[in-house]
């Protein structure tokens, strides 16, 4: 199973990003899907997770202001980021689960078994 985050960068205080994952397309049909990032000398924080009925979760932080969505066709699922503050700079990473326990804590780290390689993202 293979996760590739894109779309990272530098980006303004208030303004938008978004970053992709390119994933398979099993991965895209039956698993749940999640957004973290890290931050330097914190730990990582389970930042948007999406379940297979589309329902999605996000920590209190980005709530009205981060998306995560997928989209089919192209095995791809993305997180939207609006109204960015220099607090959302982080490494962020793509995540991916196939545990039907998943869907209790969507932002848990734990039962995600497959991890894309992080993407930069730098708010100033």
């Known amino acids: 199973v293979q996760l590739v985050e894109s779309g990272g960068g530098p980006a303004q205080t208030g303004g938008s990003l978004t970053i992709y994952c390119k994933a398979s397309?099993?991965?895209?049909?039956?698993?749940?899907m999640g957004w973290f990032r890290q931050a330097p000398g914190k730990d990582r924080e389970g930042v948007a997770g999406?379940?297979?009925?589309?329902?999605?979760t996000y920590v209190d932080s980005v709530k009205g202001r981060f998306t995560i969505s997928k989209e089919h066709r192209k095995n791809t699922f993305f997180l939207q980021m609006n109204s960015l503050k220099p607090e959302d700079t982080a490494m962020y990473y793509c995540?991916?689960?196939?545990?039907?326990?998943?869907?209790?804590?969507?932002?848990?780290?734990?039962?995600?078994?497959?991890w894309g390689q992080g993407t930069q993202v730098t708010v100033s």
């Open positions: 995540a991916a689960s196939y545990s039907p326990g998943v869907e209790k804590a969507p932002l848990d780290p734990s039962p995600y078994a497959f």
């Open positions: 397309e099993d991965i895209i049909n039956r698993a749940c």
């Open positions: 999406l379940d297979n009925d589309g329902g999605t």
